[in-house]
């Protein structure tokens, strides 16, 4: 399979047509609908696009880096064409007036967006099984789930529709769908990307990245939609390196830190023998194991729940039938309004966190919850602080388990919580991390977690190259 960067140099070279790779692009969105991977097509836009893309070109014009490249956009990202849902019945119909800062920077790379993707609703689930819409199904086994919240994202580039993908990650979102969907996914520091256009669900937590079907497509597309954003006052006013520039310089040397506390009870043993292999691999090849200790980890799911419901419950309180979309009929007073249409316009999973979050910053149990949370929160960043000290990146399971059936955790909030355990702790540090593909079960595959220092993707993505050039599976 051609790189993405291979791709867009024929393109730019004139030796294939953007045209002809949305229309493929297109061609394989409409054969995979089953799948339920997109919730808008972007058609018109995108073949509009193309043919404009190789009109500048045939007059000479020198074409960006990711030169008529179909691009698969989560629908929490606006963009000015087609509408952007998030997933939810209540924006259903909500169209954006403007483009999410990352999608301006990859238009004006020369990215095609091809769709909008199917979602748990408002990002808030692990399996995409909250959408409004219905689930994506995953193209490794079409009964099990295809992970979440960015489950579009994952199988549109697993299914073949587009190579790359956006997605967003506040607790694991672009990381859990790219395990269960055997890709490269890529959520970088806090800061990296602009949030401007990224619908909020924790604002202190959100992020946008990337996925791939390897390192060197997710580090290429994060290349053009890294950067401070005055639109973004989190946006961190940081160089952006070149992502791709050290991939190939090899392990030899990294030290590679174990949590202790990331390989006990809970983690599946085929989940567990897998990465353990995977890792031998890496030691083999001259890599440093190193066991360190992140011992706030284990309150990181709660602390997790208790920011990021809190965070929810303020930034969805703008949807209240006035503005946006999806307003009642048959109200008799403002009141009534905003009750009647947010009843009908949210689903479960967000009403039982809009009133979790509402409780938890309530007076009386704030400085039991929100403030417990926050100093576990500080605990977590201090610990991995430290725990970099001893080393160049963190090593964990991506998830605990191999992806479940599809419905078999949804009623069980416990259950899909704890699948988040691994991922949370990285959000509320604010860190890098990626997930890679290592093992195959089955139809399945298993998915490895590394996690970089602040800003420090550039060696993340180092290692991650280098693992998937020696665990080849
Ligand atoms: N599973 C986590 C949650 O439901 C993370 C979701 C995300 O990263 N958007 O909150």
């Known amino acids: 399979m051609p790189t993405i960067a291979e791709t867009a140099r024929k393109v730019q070279s004139g030796e ?5 790779l949305v229309t493929d692009s297109l061609a394989k ?17 995108a073949l509009e696009r193309a043919r404009g893309l190789d009109k500048r070109r045939m007059a000479g014009e020198k074409l960006g880096p990711l030169a008529g490249i179909p691009i698969a956009i989560k629908d929490n990202i606006v963009t000015s064409a087609g509408r952007t849902t998030c997933g939810s019945k209540i924006l259903s119909a909500f169209k954006s007036p403007y483009d999410a800062t990352a999608v301006e920077l990859l238009l004006a790379s020369g990215a095609i967006p091809v769709g909008k993707t199917n979602m748990d609703e408002f990002a808030m689930g692990s399996t995409s099984e909250t959408s409004a819409f219905g689930a994506p199904k995953n193209p490794l086994d079409e009964g099990v789930i295809a992970g979440g919240s960015s489950g579009g994202s994952a199988v549109a580039v697993a299914s073949g529709t587009v190579a790359a993908s956006l997605g967003s990650d506040t607790g694991g ?32 937590l959100d992020q946008i990245g990337t996925f791939g079907n390897s390192v060197a497509d997710a580090a290429y597309l994060l290349n053009s939609v890294c950067g401070w954003d005055s639109h973004d006052n989190t946006s961190a006013q940081v160089a952006v390196p070149d992502f791709t520039a050290s991939l190939s310089k ?24 897998a990465i353990m292999k995977a890792l031998e691999t890496l030691e083999k090849a001259g890599a440093v194991m190193r066991e360190v200790s992140i011992p706030s980890f284990q309150y990181a799911v709660a602390a997790y729940y208790v920011i990021a419901t809190a965070e929810a419950s303020a ?19 403002l009141f009534g309004l905003y009750a009647k249409s947010r009843s009908e316009g949210f689903g479960e ?4 966190r809009i009133l979790l979050g509402t ?10 919850y929100y403030m417990q949370a926050q100093k576990v929160r500080r605990l977590i960043t201090d610990d991995f602080n430290k725990a970099f000290t001893a080393c160049d990146v963190v090593v964990t399971p991506t998830m605990p388990t191999l992806p479940p059936k599809l419905g078999a955790i949804y009623s069980d909030p416990m259950a899909q919580y704890l699948g988040d355990i691994y991922t949370v702790a990285v959000n509320l540090a604010g860190l890098p991390a990626s997930s890679q593909p290592v093992a195959k079960s089955g139809k399945l595959s298993v998915g490895l977690q ?3 220092k602040a800003f420090g993707e550039e060696e993340l993505l180092q290692v991650a190259a280098a693992t998937e050039t020696l665990c080849k599976n």
């Open 16 to 20: 294939v047509t953007a045209e002809s």
């Open 29 to 45: 969105i409409e054969a995979s609908k089953g799948l339920n991977a997109y919730i808008s097509v972007l058609a018109d836009s």
């Open 173 to 204: 979102s672009i990381r859990q769908p790219a395990s269960c969907c055997g890709l490269v996914g890529v959520k970088p520091t806090y800061g990296r990307v602009s949030r401007y256009g990224l619908v909020a669900y924790a604002s202190s």
């Open 250 to 273: 090899g392990i030899k040397g990294k030290i590679i830190g174990l949590p202790k506390e990331c390989f006990g009870v809970g983690l599946q043993p085929e989940v567990r023998s």
């Open 315 to 333: 930034n969805l309180s703008r949807y209240d039938g006035v503005r946006y979309t999806s307003r009642s009929k048959d109200v008799k007073d």
């Open 349 to 352: 999973e967000v009403k039982k």
């Open 359 to 368: 409780y938890v910053l309530s007076s009386g149990f704030y400085d039991a």
């Open 450 to 452: 590394f996690i970089g």
